[in-house]
Structures are given as structure tokens and as C-alpha cells.
């Protein structure tokens, strides 16, 4: 028989024991697996009064689950899944954090006052009704941009564009003028209002020359390690490489370098350019797509502390699909990808949205749909967040048209095994607390 002591012993290891086993559960389901069905939750953004007809579409959602409507041509505002929406004094938006700042340009002052909408950048925080407009900084740092030049920050000539912002308080952006017409990539500090030049290439000869610049949209053009994510422009052609910045030392890594497994690696020809940058997510990993090689979409992987890169796996094509019928322009943490496969059909050219993982391969989105919503259509799936929340278009059974936020229902099988846990833990205390003699009880606890 097992003494009082040895019995609680063994009941606290075994409460640690199912406790352990369903947060692994939870965290696998969460981080290695594409869940297993969706809720829908309609997104009322009436109070912004879009125009009658005119679809908005979202730029970006972050991991509160917050959705950026920031179109210029349509309404600016933040979605709360609690049904608050947050109007914005911006012109266009382009990304929001996790912390409610949104980053883009053309603050509602500047255009009060007719000025170029893209001359001035702007941050603003929603839950403080913050508002930092930031104009071009080519005066202000002579010394790391050689031929500047006196420019009136105001100028027709000048832009100044932010497209992305991470947790930390940097968003990174670009900016130029008329003496210089090439595109200077910076990142900016909210919380010191410093301005970090990313370093570009020089000219490459008579022919023209190249400017870098990062124009990723949503949330992937710098993430929570401070890399950044761009293209480079051959200003030659019409061609693109990707590149990467590390922000801590404003160098940048060219992913012309990267070698696929054939061993041709992604190096372009004469006019031609490596591809184009798609997403960066917080483990340096860069998705991207190529052109002239032997593969579409490919995983790379940047150490910040050598500025490398290196090529990790391609994305394999569906069964049944060519290579131009993909589509991805999103990924999370855990490495699911989002886009969509189309294909040619007596009706026109059609398009699936999909999830894909290594371990799972395509997913439809349409067929996550729990059955509760078994009359409704995803028509377009826009953006994901790391906690596999999904921002889309969909119909529904009436043939309406909404925007929505697809939520994974939760898997029961972590839930049970938490809530065994739990149950079981307070079950132990009561009988344990029952069990022991009187006497044994502190004073302070009698």
C-alpha cells in the first residue's frame, strides 16, 4: 500500500504528467498541423461607411487577430474581433503589429493642406490616438547619403512610404527626391524618432544602375529580429532580386547567391532577375519565387550574424497543376503557407485557395469549413496570422458578399486533456487536504 506521502507524490506527477501531455498536444496542433475545420465571423465595418459596391479588401492581420483595412482608394480602419473598429487619419495603411501601430503614409494633415499624399509617412497607434508624421530625412544625414542634396521635404519630388512595422517599434519604409531619383530602404525607430539607412547598391555601369527597396505589404517586410525583407531593382531592366537587410548593422544580403539542389542555384542571366521576395517570418525564413530556374516557390533561410543565406527546400507543385498555376503570398511562423492554385476551364481561369505544409501538402481552405457554415463560399483568402486566423472574402448561401475572419475551432482533444488535468488537480488537493491530521496544519493556515 502505498503511504500518504507516495500516493500525493505520485498523483502531483501524474497531473504533470497529463498537463505536459496536453499542452505538447495543443502546441502541436497549433504550430506543426493546419487545423482541422474553421468558424466564420462576419467583419462589420459599416461604421466606416464604405462606398455602396466597392469590396475592401484588407491589407494585413495581425495576431490579436485585428484586421488593416488601408486601401487609398477605400476606407482606413482597424477590426476588432469584438466588433470595435478604429477609423485611421491616414491616406493609404500598410501593415499593423501586435501592439496596435499602424504604419503607411499620407497623414490626413499633410492632405488637409494639399500636399502629395506620399510625401510624408505616418504611424499611428490606436489605442493611444498617436499620429508621428515623418517626412523624407535625406537632409539630415548627409554623411551616410552621399548627394542628397537641398531638397524641400514637401517637394513633388519627394516620397516617403513605410511597409511594414514589427512588435519592437521599427517600421521600415523608403524614401527619395528629385537630386537622387533612387529609392533610399530605412527603418525608423517609433519609440527614439531615429532613421537607420539600409545600405544599396551602386551603379553598375553606363547601362543604368540598381536601387533596393522593401515593398513587401501586411506584415512581412521586417520582422521581430529586426531583418527585413526586399526587392532590388535592375533599373536596366524590368527584372527583380530579392534581398534581405539586417537592421543591425544596415547591411543587406543579395539571394542571388543561394544554390537550389540541382546545383544551378538562382543566378540570374543576362536581363534576367532572380525573383521576387513573398514573405519573412521571425525565424529569418525567407519564401520567395523564382524565375529562370529549375523550381517556382522556394524556402531560404538568413543568418543575421554572417548576413548568409541558404537555400533549404522548394515547394512542391500540386498534383495535376503547372508551376504558373501557383500563387503563395503569405506565411507564419510555423512555416503553413497561404495562396492559391488556378486552372484553366471552358468558363475561365479559376483559382482555389490553399494551405500548404511539408507535412500536409495542399489543403483547399474551402473544404476547413465547419459544418455549421456548410452554405458558405471562400472566395479569396487574403492574409494569415501565427495563430492560423485566416482574413477572406466569402459568400454566403443568399450569394451575399462579406469579408470575414475564419476562426480554427479549438481541438477537443487538448481541451479534454486540460481540463483532466485541472479536474484531477483540484480533486487531489481536496482529498489531500481531507487526509491530513489536524494537528499538521500550519497556524497561519488553520
Not at 537641398?150 to 513605410?162: A, R
Request: aromatic share 8%; charged share 15%; hydrophobic share 35%.
Amino acid at each position: 500500500m502505498l503511504s500518504a506521502n507516495a500516493g500525493n507524490s505520485w498523483h502531483v506527477a501524474y497531473v504533470l504528467f497529463v498537463f505536459c501531455m496536453a499542452i505538447v498536444s495543443t502546441s502541436s496542433s497549433a504550430i506543426a498541423q493546419i487545423p482541422s475545420a474553421y468558424d466564420i465571423q462576419i467583419i462589420d465595418i459599416s461604421v466606416l461607411n464604405p462606398p455602396a459596391g466597392n469590396p475592401q479588401i484588407p491589407k494585413g492581420i495581425n495576431n490579436a487577430g485585428q484586421v488593416l483595412f488601408g486601401e487609398k482608394s477605400g476606407v482606413k480602419g482597424v477590426w476588432d474581433p469584438s466588433g470595435v473598429v478604429y477609423p485611421l487619419p491616414v491616406n493609404t495603411a500598410d501593415a499593423i503589429n501586435n501592439h496596435g501601430w499602424v504604419v503607411g503614409h499620407g497623414p490626413q494633415t499633410i492632405v488637409d493642406q494639399g500636399i502629395k499624399d506620399n510625401a510624408v509617412a505616418a504611424v499611428y497607434n490606436i489605442y493611444t490616438d498617436t499620429l508621428i508624421e515623418v517626412p523624407t530625412w535625406l537632409d539630415d544625414r548627409p554623411d551616410l547619403i552621399p548627394n542628397a542634396g537641398s531638397i524641400d521635404q514637401y517637394d513633388d519630388d519627394v516620397e516617403t512610404k513605410f511597409y511594414g512595422v514589427n512588435d519592437l517599434g521599427i517600421a521600415v519604409g523608403r524614401t527619395k527626391n528629385g537630386e537622387d531619383p533612387r529609392w533610399q530602404p530605412f527603418s525608423y525607430d517609433i519609440n527614439s524618432g531615429e532613421y537607420y539607412p539600409f545600405k544599396r547598391t551602386v551603379p553598375v555601369g553606363d547601362s543604368g544602375s540598381r536601387q533596393a527597396y522593401p515593398d513587401i505589404d501586411g506584415n512581412h517586410a521586417i520582422n521581430n529580429n529586426n531583418v527585413a525583407l526586399g526587392d532590388e531593382e535592375l533599373r536596366s531592366n524590368t527584372g527583380l532580386d530579392v534581398v534581405v537587410w539586417n537592421a543591425a548593422n544596415a547591411d543587406y544580403a543579395d539571394m542571388e547567391i543561394v544554390q537550389l539542389p540541382d546545383g544551378t542555384g538562382i543566378v540570374p542571366g543576362p536581363g534576367e532577375s532572380n525573383g521576387q521576395s513573398i514573405a519573412l517570418n521571425d525565424n529569418n525564413t525567407v519564401l520567395m519565387r523564382t524565375t529562370g530556374g529549375t523550381t517556382d516557390y522556394v524556402l531560404v533561410d538568413f543568418d543575421p550574424s554572417t548576413n548568409g543565406v541558404a537555400f533549404r527546400t522548394e515547394i512542391p507543385l500540386r498534383s495535376g497543376y503547372l508551376a504558373s498555376d501557383h500563387f503563395f503570398h503569405d506565411m507564419t511562423d510555423s512555416e503553413v503557407l497561404l495562396g492559391e492554385t488556378g486552372t484553366s476551364t471552358p468558363s475561365g481561369y479559376e483559382t482555389e485557395n490553399i494551405l500548404w505544409t511539408d507535412s500536409t501538402g495542399y489543403v483547399p481552405v474551402q473544404s476547413l469549413l465547419s459544418s455549421t457554415w456548410s452554405g458558405w463560399t471562400i472566395t479569396e483568402a487574403f492574409w494569415m496570422n501565427d495563430n492560423h486566423q485566416l482574413v477572406a472574402q466569402a459568400l454566403d448561401p443568399l450569394g451575399q458578399s462579406h469579408t470575414v475572419l475564419l476562426n480554427p475551432v479549438p481541438e477537443p482533444a487538448s481541451g479534454l486533456l486540460l481540463l483532466s488535468a485541472f479536474s484531477s488537480l483540484v480533486l487531489g488537493q481536496r482529498l489531500g487536504r481531507k487526509s491530513k491530521p489536524a494537528n499538521n496544519r500550519h497556524p497561519d493556515f488553520a
